[in-house]
Nanobody
Framework: QVQLVESGGGLVQAGGSLRLSCVASGRTSNSYAMGWFRQPPGKEREFVATINWSGRITYYADSVKGRFTISRDNAKNTVYLQMNSLKPEDTDIYYC???????????????WGQGTQVTVSS
Protein backbone atom coordinates (compact mmCIF):
# COMPACT_ATOMS: atom_id res chain seq x y z
CA GLN A 1 0.00 0.00 0.00
CA VAL A 2 1.05 3.56 -0.75
CA GLN A 3 -0.47 6.55 0.99
CA LEU A 4 -0.42 9.96 -0.72
CA VAL A 5 -1.00 13.34 0.92
CA GLU A 6 -1.19 16.52 -1.16
CA SER A 7 -0.62 20.08 -0.01
CA GLY A 8 0.04 23.52 -1.44
CA GLY A 9 -3.30 24.36 -2.99
CA GLY A 10 -4.98 27.70 -2.44
CA LEU A 11 -6.26 30.88 -4.01
CA VAL A 12 -4.09 32.82 -6.44
CA GLN A 13 -4.64 35.55 -9.00
CA ALA A 14 -4.34 34.85 -12.71
CA GLY A 15 -0.70 34.95 -13.78
CA GLY A 16 0.47 33.80 -10.37
CA SER A 17 2.19 30.61 -9.24
CA LEU A 18 1.62 27.76 -6.83
CA ARG A 19 3.63 24.67 -5.97
CA LEU A 20 1.80 21.51 -5.04
CA SER A 21 3.51 18.80 -3.03
CA CYS A 22 2.62 15.16 -2.57
CA VAL A 23 4.27 13.08 0.12
CA ALA A 24 4.19 9.33 -0.38
CA SER A 25 4.54 6.70 2.30
CA GLY A 26 4.49 2.95 2.25
CA ARG A 27 6.63 0.18 0.96
CA THR A 28 8.78 0.87 -2.12
CA SER A 29 6.96 4.14 -2.79
CA ASN A 30 10.03 5.47 -4.60
CA SER A 31 9.73 2.79 -7.26
CA TYR A 32 6.38 4.10 -8.47
CA ALA A 33 5.70 6.47 -11.30
CA MET A 34 3.80 9.51 -10.08
CA GLY A 35 1.25 11.75 -11.66
CA TRP A 36 -1.06 14.70 -11.20
CA PHE A 37 -4.65 14.79 -12.39
CA ARG A 38 -7.34 17.40 -11.92
CA GLN A 39 -11.10 17.22 -11.83
CA PRO A 40 -13.44 20.01 -12.86
CA PRO A 41 -16.87 20.00 -11.18
CA GLY A 42 -19.16 17.46 -12.76
CA LYS A 43 -16.49 16.13 -15.08
CA GLU A 44 -14.07 13.23 -15.17
CA ARG A 45 -10.61 13.43 -13.71
CA GLU A 46 -8.16 14.55 -16.39
CA PHE A 47 -4.45 14.08 -16.84
CA VAL A 48 -2.06 16.93 -16.02
CA ALA A 49 1.47 15.54 -15.75
CA THR A 50 3.41 12.37 -15.02
CA ILE A 51 6.96 11.43 -14.05
CA ASN A 52 8.71 8.09 -14.03
CA TRP A 53 10.33 6.57 -10.94
CA SER A 54 13.77 8.09 -11.59
CA GLY A 55 12.51 11.53 -12.58
CA ARG A 56 14.16 11.37 -15.99
CA ILE A 57 10.96 11.05 -18.00
CA THR A 58 8.12 13.53 -17.79
CA TYR A 59 5.03 14.13 -19.87
CA TYR A 60 2.41 16.90 -19.80
CA ALA A 61 -1.06 17.63 -21.02
CA ASP A 62 -1.03 20.15 -23.87
CA SER A 63 -3.06 22.58 -21.77
CA VAL A 64 -0.27 22.94 -19.18
CA LYS A 65 2.86 22.35 -21.25
CA GLY A 66 5.35 25.17 -20.78
CA ARG A 67 3.59 26.43 -17.63
CA PHE A 68 3.67 23.46 -15.24
CA THR A 69 6.68 21.39 -14.18
CA ILE A 70 6.55 18.04 -12.42
CA SER A 71 9.54 16.86 -10.39
CA ARG A 72 10.34 14.45 -7.59
CA ASP A 73 12.75 14.09 -4.70
CA ASN A 74 12.99 10.40 -3.89
CA ALA A 75 15.04 11.09 -0.77
CA LYS A 76 12.00 12.94 0.60
CA ASN A 77 9.38 10.64 -0.98
CA THR A 78 7.85 13.75 -2.50
CA VAL A 79 6.61 14.77 -5.93
CA TYR A 80 5.99 18.39 -6.86
CA LEU A 81 3.92 20.28 -9.39
CA GLN A 82 5.18 23.79 -10.00
CA MET A 83 2.40 25.79 -11.63
CA ASN A 84 3.25 29.12 -13.25
CA SER A 85 1.23 31.57 -15.33
CA LEU A 86 -1.95 30.22 -13.82
CA LYS A 87 -5.25 30.82 -15.58
CA PRO A 88 -8.82 30.79 -14.24
CA GLU A 89 -9.43 27.59 -16.21
CA ASP A 90 -6.77 25.86 -14.08
CA THR A 91 -9.21 26.04 -11.16
CA ASP A 92 -9.86 22.46 -10.06
CA ILE A 93 -9.17 19.88 -7.40
CA TYR A 94 -5.71 18.44 -8.04
CA TYR A 95 -4.97 14.82 -7.22
CA CYS A 96 -1.64 13.08 -6.77
CA UNK A 97 -1.42 9.50 -7.96
CA UNK A 98 1.05 6.59 -8.05
CA UNK A 99 1.31 3.61 -10.35
CA UNK A 100 3.70 1.01 -11.67
CA UNK A 101 4.45 2.95 -14.86
CA UNK A 102 4.00 6.51 -16.02
CA UNK A 103 0.87 7.06 -18.07
CA UNK A 104 -1.68 9.62 -19.15
CA UNK A 105 -4.48 7.17 -18.38
CA UNK A 106 -6.28 7.43 -15.08
CA UNK A 107 -6.95 3.69 -14.90
CA UNK A 108 -3.23 2.89 -15.00
CA UNK A 109 -2.72 4.32 -11.52
CA UNK A 110 -3.27 2.36 -8.34
CA UNK A 111 -3.18 4.93 -5.53
CA TRP A 112 -4.71 8.36 -5.13
CA GLY A 113 -4.50 11.19 -2.66
CA GLN A 114 -7.48 13.10 -1.28
CA GLY A 115 -6.88 16.12 -3.50
CA THR A 116 -6.07 19.77 -2.96
CA GLN A 117 -8.14 22.69 -4.23
CA VAL A 118 -6.55 25.22 -6.58
CA THR A 119 -8.54 28.37 -7.32
CA VAL A 120 -7.34 30.99 -9.80
CA SER A 121 -9.17 34.30 -9.78
CA SER A 122 -9.41 36.54 -12.83
Amino acid sequence: QVQLVESGGGLVQAGGSLRLSCVASGRTSNSYAMGWFRQPPGKEREFVATINWSGRITYYADSVKGRFTISRDNAKNTVYLQMNSLKPEDTDIYYCTAGSTYSTRRNNYDYWGQGTQVTVSS
